[in-house]
C-alpha cells in the first residue's frame, strides 16, 4: 500500500470525499493539506506534503507553528464534510485553546504528513481534539501532538 494510499478500512469514504478547498475557508498558500482522506463524527485524517514554495519554509524545514495550523485545518475540514454531508452550510469557527502541543520532529521540504484529529468531547458548541501529525516514509514517525480547543465564531 503506497503512503497515499487510505488503509483498507478507510478506502470507500475516501472516494467521495470533496478536495480540501470546498470545505475550508483558507485558499492557497494557507493551506495546508492536499487531500482528505477519511471522516467520522469522531476523526478526520488529511495528508499534505509539504512543497518547496510553502512561506512557511526556511532553510528546507517547516516553521514549527504550522503544525499547530495543520492539525487545526484538518479538524475544520472533518466540520466541514460533515456538514456539507448533512446539506447544512459550512459553520465558521476559531482556535479556540491549544493544550500539551508537544513538536517530537522537525519537518522538511518534501516530507508527507498524514494529521489525523479525534474528537475528544463537546461542551457547549465547543469542541477538545486530540491531534496526532506524522511523517509517512518508509516508516511512520510522530512529528507533533496535543490537544485543540475550537470554537464556533458565533460563541466569540
Known amino acids: 500500500m503506497s503512503p497515499l494510499t487510505p488503509p483498507p478500512d478507510r478506502a470507500s469514504s475516501a472516494t467521495s470525499l470533496p ?4 470545505v475550508l475557508r ?17 476523526e478526520t485524517v488529511t495528508e499534505w ?9 526556511e532553510d ?3 516553521a ?8 487545526a485545518q484538518t479538524a475544520a475540514a472533518g ?7 448533512a446539506g447544512e ?12 502541543f508537544v513538536v517530537h ?4 521540504v518534501g516530507d508527507l504528513l498524514r494529521t489525523t484529529v479525534t474528537r475528544r468531547f463537546d461542551i457547549a458548541g465547543a469542541s477538545l481534539v486530540g491531534c496526532v501529525v506524522e511523517r509517512i516514509a518508509d516508516d511512520i514517525t510522530t512529528i507533533a501532538s496535543g490537544d485543540l480547543g475550537l470554537v464556533p465564531t458565533t460563541l466569540l
Do not use: Y
Not at 483558507?26 to 469522531?42: G, K, L, N, Q
Not at 506534503?49 to 519554509?57: L, T
Not at 514549527?64 to 492539525?71: D, G, N, R
Open 19 to 22: 478536495p480540501p478547498h470546498v
Open 89 to 100: 452550510p459550512i459553520p465558521p469557527g476559531a482556535l479556540g485553546s491549544i493544550r500539551n
Open 64 to 71: 514549527e507553528s504550522s503544525l499547530i495550523e495543520i492539525a
Open 49 to 57: 506534503r509539504v512543497p518547496h514554495e510553502c512561506p512557511w519554509v
Open 105 to 108: 520532529e522537525e519537518v522538511r
Open 79 to 85: 466540520i466541514g464534510v460533515l456538514a456539507v454531508r
Open 26 to 42: 483558507h485558499a492557497p498558500p494557507i493551506v495546508f493539506m492536499d487531500r482528505i482522506v477519511h471522516v467520522t463524527e469522531a
Open 60 to 62: 528546507g524545514k517547516l
